[in-house]
């Protein structure tokens, strides 16, 4: 079995190129995701605001 380290190299170079375009890739989803979190994070505080102002005490059932 002849095996150029050559082409080894060659190959795992390209290999890393991949998965660091991979990586960038990945970044950026996480970075959209992480926005879209905060978004959200952003309306649920602004709609949950009134309705905990205007939230009454619950009534226990079990008394008369």
Known sequence: MNIDANEVIQS???KISQLEVDNAVKDVYIRKLEKDIAEIKES???TEMPQTAKSEPAVDATKP
Do not use: A, D, R, V
């Open 12 to 14: 795992l170079g390209q």
């Open 44 to 46: 649920m505080t602004k």
